[in-house]
């Protein structure tokens, strides 16, 4: 961490009089932010009715073909939510979404928040045990599949739990002009909506902030996918969070969208910021790093929503015509790490940066509503950053019992108190949700929400993100942050990923760091040049010893990295078929790790 990313009251409040013109529209966002009566009656339904009151004939929604304004957006969902009360959908009832991005599923997700029906977002992803794992996870009584993944829910069926769920089929194509004909077994929903009524329904009024607006699921990197339970309370914070006091696009802008639509990022943070405002989302079924600008020029795009990686690709692309003077000034997501954000910010000639912390499970959030660099921004919840004992795996409590807080500047685990004004909504298993829950953290019966996530704490209620807790290892009696390892490796010219991780040599404590990097196309891995500059950047201790080339790195969904399968195979030559190399005790090269040394290093033949 660079000192110049701590935030002092001085600096704070030299930042604020350029936010004066937002003043109105981030305080309306503060006040949907900390609403405590679960019982309002807001909702998406709502944030969606009133963006179409206010900008009826602005464009909505986009794609290739399509050009939505919100008044024809909002009569589609109407004409959904109408057909699927007909069908028995009703308050609470539960229904599988499985469709790619297109402008059918935000339609459908719409119709379900006006019944104040769950919508399940089935990652597309998924094939197999899994998928039919998430689908029995949530007893969906209604399922809804498109026409693109219906060979994956058909190979699943026999496994599912509850064969009497009525399934309805959706076309892969503009169902607005063409319903298609529905298989065998299969209601056309697209058709059934055809002859309802274009009015909104008046069970949109009755939602209220404590309903279930999605079950949105874990990325299952580890174990099977869990189901967290997103509100709409939830989705209005993240809608006057992100959408109000973040970003406050208006009617005028463009949102471009290329994130799955399972995910809290574009369902909840991008299109609330687009309903507060007006604006319209551009919807792509898949990113593409290639298309990304001329999609950019097609659409007129001021905005985009993005994870971490997302940037980091579009940054090791070569420069194209459409990406000088582009039209993007904004971006909204998480996971930018500290070593690119200057130089994306710099090259594409981004004017904010509204990066930010949540979880899908979790109570507590982080905006950068004041355009800081380096930061996931402010946070309104009451949250704490506690010390944490990585070795030991657990929160450091004092004599009395309590929980300890780190000093500014200090990284430590990020919890949140859980009270009725930030509440918790968990899991759809209980046991999970208690297993996520720390008491008698700073008082007898008080309760915190563990977000199972390193900070570090900036000042003025700002944080940084560190690590996940399962991506730190310890070394040489040193914590290691993954993160901070793939930050150094990504800045090399040759590596277009890196991919760190803990692994266990024989004879010593703790785990120490491995690399599994793919790099650039004709590109050679330079072993010397490689330790130089690991012992430039990095101290001893956290310099991985053993490197993994990669043809490919596999990411689930939101393009994270799985690690599991490379921790399993760690450094064994007869497990691993790429290039492997590691750097001995005094050396100062990498070398090809042969089958003789590797026994070695098992055997306890070298000391490290």
Known sequence: MSQTDLISPIHFLARLPQHLPRLPRLLRGLYYTGIRNRDK???????????????????????????LSYQQFNSWANRLAWALKAEGVRHGSVVAVMLENRLE????????????????????????????HSLNLVKPAFQVVGAELLAAFEEVAGQLGNPSAARYWIADRDCLTDAGDAPAGWGNLMQLARSQAVVNLPDSARVQMKDACFLVYTS??????????????????????????????????????????????????????????????????????????????????????????????????????????????????????????????????????????????GNVGFTNLFNFDNTVGFSPSPFAIVRYDLESDCVVRDRQGFLQRVNKGEAGLLICEISSKWPFDGYTDPAKNEAAILRDVFSQGDAWFNSGDLMRDLGCKHAQFVDRLGDTFRWKGENVSTTEVENVLGALPDVEDA?????????????????????KAGMQLDGEALAAHLDQALPGYAAPLFIR???EVETTGTFKYKKTDLKQAAYNPALVEQTLLVRLPGSDCFTPLTEPLYQAITTEQLRF
């Open 41 to 67: 009656h807001l909702s998406l339904a709502w944030a969606l009715e009133r963006a179409t009151r206010l900008n009826p004939d602005r464009p909505a929604l986009l794609d290739e073909q399509r050009r």
């Open 105 to 132: 599923l935000l339609a459908i997700l719409a119709a379900l928040s006006k019944l104040g029906a769950v919508g399940a977002l089935i990652n597309t992803t998924q094939r197999g045990p899994v998928l039919a």
């Open 220 to 361: 299952g990197t580890t174990g099977l996918p869990k189901a967290s339970i997103l509100s709409h309370g939830k989705w209005i914070k993240a809608y006057g969070g992100f959408g109000h006091s973040g970003l406050s696009l208006s009617n005028r802008d463009v949102l471009y969208l290329t994130l799955p639509c399972y995910h809290n990022n574009a369902v909840t943070v991008c299109w609330g910021a687009a309903l507060a405002g007006g604006a319209a989302i551009a919807l792509r079924r898949k990113f593409s790093a290639s298309a990304f600008w001329p999609d950019v020029a097609r659409y007129n795009a001021t905005c985009f929503g993005y994870i971490g990686e997302l940037c980091r690709y579009l940054l090791n692309q070569p420069e194209c015509p459409e990406e000088r003077g582009n039209s993007l000034r904004y971006m909204i997501g998480n996971g930018l790490r500290p070593s690119i954000w200057g130089a994306f910010k710099e090259r594409f000639g981004i004017e904010r940066i509204t990066e930010f912390y949540a979880s899908s499970e």
């Open 549 to 551: 080339q990669l043809a």
């Open 499 to 519: 991919v760190v991780y803990g692994v266990e040599i024989p004879g010593t404590n703790g785990r120490c760091g491995m690399a599994a990097l793919r790099l």
